[in-house]
T-cell receptor
Framework: GENVEQHPSTLSVQEGDSAVIKCTYSDSASNYFPWYKQELGKGPQLIIDIRSNVGEKKDQRIAVTLNKTAKHFSLHITETQPEDSAVYFCAARNNAGNMLTFGGGTRLMVKP | DTGVSQNPRHKITKRGQNVTFRCDPISEHNRLYWYRQTLGQGPEFLTYFQNEAQLEKSRLLSDRFSAERPKGSFSTLEIQRTEQGDSAMYLC????????????FGPGTRLTVL
């Protein structure tokens, strides 16, 4: 089955700096890669996603890149703000099933 | 609020008791998913429904777990004879298969088994 690895597990940045979180996946058939933000006591909230026919996608301060050959994808947050502090999860899915396989999460702390 | 809702938000029970959780998906979403999340980990898939049919179940879903979606709308997840290892956050998500199929999550039910 699919295996998703996520790094780093914790990331501390100064407000205004950029943050990068990286994920690798094992199943070459995976074709959909969402990113979720989870705040304490809440469910995961989708922040951006990318499909395998696209190499990069941007939404304001957030961007995701995908390298299908290397089987890795990354989340980039620019101009970080204290409200970006949360746990971020990457995930992967293929057409064979509808389940998402999640990475272990990255705790992002943005210091004001 | 038209998001995914889950009830109860918290449940504390004694080992050996049965518990049932409810999930109400986003209106008109035909797919509904259950995930389990333990502290410090990512969510793990348990099972999913398309309309009222349960199409996939994880090996994590032991015989003590059963899920239903009788009318293709809300779903229930029951755990029988709870064990301390069942303590976790149980998350529900829904999606619309004929669109982007993006999964939107509810707030979760936190189960504590004493």
């Amino acid at each position: 089955g699919e295996n998703v690895e996520q790094h780093p597990s914790t990331l501390s940045v100064q407000e205004g700096d950029s943050a990068v979180i990286k994920c690798t996946y094992s199943d070459s058939a995976s074709n959909y890669f969402p990113w979720y933000k989870q705040e304490l006591g809440k469910g995961p909230q989708l922040i951006i996603d990318i499909r395998s026919n696209v190499g990069e996608k941007k939404d304001q301060r957030i961007a995701v890149t995908l390298n299908k050959t290397a089987k890795h994808f990354s989340l980039h947050i620019t101009e970080t703000q204290p409200e970006d502090s949360a746990v971020y999860f990457c995930a992967a899915r293929n057409n064979a099933g509808n389940m998402l396989t999640f990475g272990g999460g990255t705790r992002l702390m943005v210091k004001p | 609020d038209t998001g995914v809702s889950q009830n109860p938000r918290h449940k504390i029970t004694k080992r050996g008791q049965n518990v049932t959780f409810r999930c109400d998906p986003i209106s008109e979403h035909n797919r509904l998913y259950w995930y389990r999340q333990t502290l410090g980990q990512g969510p793990e898939f348990l099972t999913y429904f398309q309309n009222e049919a349960q199409l996939e179940k994880s090996r994590l879903l032991s015989d003590r777990f059963s899920a239903e979606r009788p009318k293709g709308s809300f779903s229930t997840l029951e755990i029988q004879r709870t064990e301390q290892g069942d303590s976790a956050m149980y998350l529900c998500a829904s999606s619309f298969a004929l669109s982007t199929d993006t999964q939107y999550f509810g707030p979760g039910t936190r189960l504590t088994v004493l």
